[in-house]
């Protein structure tokens, strides 16, 4: 590792969880963020800023007006830009010496395998439950850890699963049937501040599971009433009857 880099990541490589030999995992390693709004921009941001040596940034919209209360990696001038480059273009300047990679169509049932393939982690930071089933059955299928933030209203939610170890329960236990579709961002309201509270325990936890440090959250499902300032904590039991993982 250069002196620039350990001065860079210095604060964490200070951890004894990190280390020099974390970071370098860390630096070789391969992240998908699957969105690129509210959650996912600390999600990348955090990431980002860490170190994760190639970042995959999937979304297919342009950045709006209304996004900007809650989407913090884009500005007033990123308006009209698709997202992936306004998000690179912010990444870059946080950390130039990380790969970026940014996939600006809809991804397909394939697109989306071949990009999985490719990812230590996934981090699901999309807004509709088609989606997020989609991204859900593909991980299950390629063992690939993923990380699944929500957040409406004044309520979020994290939930991970660690499908390099264990192969249930998934996302679609959660959700038996096709899931309320009603929760997507444009139709409802959210808060700004909640998504990033959620999005950076997303990235928390996607380090967590590439460094193999501290307690799995896998299988279970957190959530955060913002109004209450209340946290629960709560086990996933897996769906015998899951159409996924079943
Ligand atoms: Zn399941």
Known sequence: ??????????????????DVGGQQVLLNSRILV?????????VAMYLASSGVGTITLADFDDVDLSNLQRQIM?????????????????????NPEIELIELSEKLNEQSLRAQVKLANVVLDCTDNFTSRF????????????????????????????????????????????????????????VVGPLVGVIGSLQALEALKIILDIGQSFAAKLLLFDALDGRWHNVSIP???DCPVCG
């Open 238 to 240: 897996a769906d015998p």
């Open 134 to 189: 989609l991204i859900n059955s593909v991980c299950l299928e390629q063992k690939t850890p993923l990380v699944s933030g929500a957040a409406v209203g004044f309520s979020g939610q994290l939930a991970v699963f660690d499908f390099f170890k264990f192969s249930a329960p998934c996302y679609q236990c959660l959700y038996p049937a096709e899931g309320p579709d009603a929760d997507h961002c444009s139709d409802t309201g």
């Open 74 to 94: 884009h500005g007033t001038s990123d308006v009209g830009s698709p997202k992936t480059v306004s998000a690179a273009k912010r990444l870059r300047e946080m």
């Open 1 to 18: 590792m250069q002196d620039e880099q350990l001065l860079r990541y210095s604060r964490q490589i200070f951890l004894p969880e990190v």
């Open 34 to 42: 699957l969105g690129l709004g509210g959650l996912g921009s600390p």
